[in-house]
């Protein structure tokens, strides 16, 4: 699942094809995009960029398109006639320029508005842990709110930090001896080593297409507890545990050793 690092790679990857270029043709099944192809067919594109999970695409028509992966969105960049990895029927936002074609498939949430309206849709977002500069202190501030039930679902928060996902989730709070149902009530200490954790972790893999959390490059031996339920730790051999937490959706992986409820 995109996690920040994810999107902040991909709009390299798509920055790369379509950044100061023409859009020849605009097209896919999203509603806001067949609603404004008209408009946006023609228009420049000023930059490409992500903020948090979100993967925004600027035009010089006074319109930018935002995307969401969600659980399964994803984008893509081929050459025009290149065969796609997924059927058209997905293709929910298709950008062509003379020389390449994106393709954004599955995302459920994707919206073209004007920038002041594209910025207010956004405004909600706590600091972006991938953004060159990051406002740490600001973070610290929202964090040190505790408004959410539990800590892991307090972390996944965006409006607290943008770009943890559920991987990081997981594994962030393992580094920091964290059990993901403590209540997110923490010292101002343990705050600010959360914060300067996601910060470095995801900086970490902003660039690398893997990601990696144990500094162990050997394909499986990647992360510490994510996707690891009923294995040993890497750290105690304590059978790594699994559940849902909060959001029901996605599954919290967490060793009961390392990371006492206090
Ligand atoms: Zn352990």
């Not at 920055?15 to 609603?35: E, K």
């Not at 409006?159 to 403590?182: C, Q, W």
């Not at 339920?229 to 304590?238: A, E, I, N, S």
């Amino acid at each position: 699942m995109p996690e920040g690092d994810t999107i902040y790679l991909t709009a390299e990857r798509v920055g790369a094809v379509l950044s100061g270029q023409t859009l020849t043709a605009v097209s896919g099944s999203s509603g806001p995009i067949r609603a404004n192809s008209a408009r946006l067919t023609g228009a420049r594109v000023v930059d490409v960029r992500s903020i948090g999970k979100h993967l925004v695409v600027e035009t010089d028509a006074d319109l930018v398109i935002r995307t969401h992966m969600r659980m399964s969105g994803t984008w893509e960049v081929y050459e025009p006639g290149q065969r796609w990895r997924y059927p058209e029927g997905a293709a929910r936002v298709v950008l062509e320029t003379a020389a390449a074609v994106a393709v954004c498939f599955s995302a459920p949430d994707i919206s073209v508005s004007r920038p002041q309206a594209a910025q207010l849709e956004l405004a909600h977002l706590g600091p972006d842990l991938c953004a060159d500069v990051f406002d740490r202190l600001e973070a610290i501030r929202r964090m040190a709110v505790p408004w959410n039930d539990t800590l892991a679902e307090h972390l996944a928060d965006q409006r607290i930090m943008a770009g943890v996902g559920n991987v990081y989730k997981s594994e962030i709070l393992f580094l920091e001896h964290l059990h993901p149902e403590s209540s997110p009530l923490l010292e101002s200490e343990a705050i600010e080593r959360l914060v300067d954790r996601s910060r470095q972790l995801l900086m970490l893999n902003r660039r690398r297409p893997n990601r990696i959390t144990t500094g162990e490059t050997r394909r499986g031996g990647e992360l510490w507890v994510y996707g690891r339920g009923g294995q040993p730790c890497r750290r105690c051999r304590t059978k790594v545990e699994a559940a849902r937490i909060g959001d029901v959706e996605r599954i919290t992986y967490w060793c009961p050793a390392c990371q006492e409820l206090a």
